[in-house]
């Protein structure tokens, strides 16, 4: 697991940028954490430097929006485990193959409904207002396999004495 921290929306997504330029077509991150936490902020970044134009929003009553960018991004926002039946309608892995990136905010509620491989990333509130925490665990080969890549391409944010990046610079 690789824990970084940032202390402003913009830094959040600075960093979903970063994860961004890693990302490959048929890879599926989760973006899980409260209300507030900065799930779609993370998504606004991530979005950007795939090179969606339209702002990404949180629509109250949709589950499902597709973005075009230089992937096409499939962005999820699970905000009630009554919604799980329809991610298991939409299929996860019928997106993915179609060949973009999927992004779902509230993960927790799916896991059930999840593919084999994909990127975690649990966010967390930390001491100040504008303080957050990013866990950020590779589950399967897929994301494993890019594990140190991803150290390297967040380690401005990296905590000091995280083993997930090679000599993490203090925040
Ligand atoms: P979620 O989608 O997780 O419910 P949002 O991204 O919609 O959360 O909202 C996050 C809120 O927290 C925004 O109002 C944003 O301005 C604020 N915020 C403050 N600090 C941060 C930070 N470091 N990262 C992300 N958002 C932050
Ligand atoms: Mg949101």
Do not use: N
């Not at 957050?132 to 494993?144: C, D, I, M, Y």
């Not at 150290?151 to 990046?165: Q, Y």
């Amino acid at each position: 697991m690789i824990v970084a921290a940032t202390h402003s929306p913009e830094e959040t997504k600075a960093l979903a940028a970063s994860v961004a330029e890693l990302t490959r077509a048929g890879d599926l991150i989760l973006l899980a954490g409260d209300l507030g936490a900065g799930k779609t902020a993370f998504a606004q970044g991530f979005g950007r430097a795939l090179g969606v134009e339209e702002s990404i929003t949180s629509p109250t009553f949709t589950l499902h929006r597709r973005y075009r960018g230089r992937l096409p991004l499939d962005h999820l926002d699970v905000y009630r485990l009554e919604q799980l039946a329809e991610v298991l309608d939409i299929g996860l892995p019928e997106l993915l193959d179609e060949g973009g990136v999927i992004l779902v905010e509230w993960g927790d509620a799916i896991i059930p409904a999840l593919p084999a491989d994909y990127l975690q990333i649990r966010i967390r509130f930390g001491e100040g207002d504008d303080d957050r925490v990013f866990e950020l665990t590779p589950v399967g080969a897929r994301w494993s396999g890019r594990s140190r890549a991803l150290a390297a391409a967040v380690r401005r944010w990296v905590l000091e004495g995280d083993s997930g990046g090679e000599g993490a610079a203090p925040c």
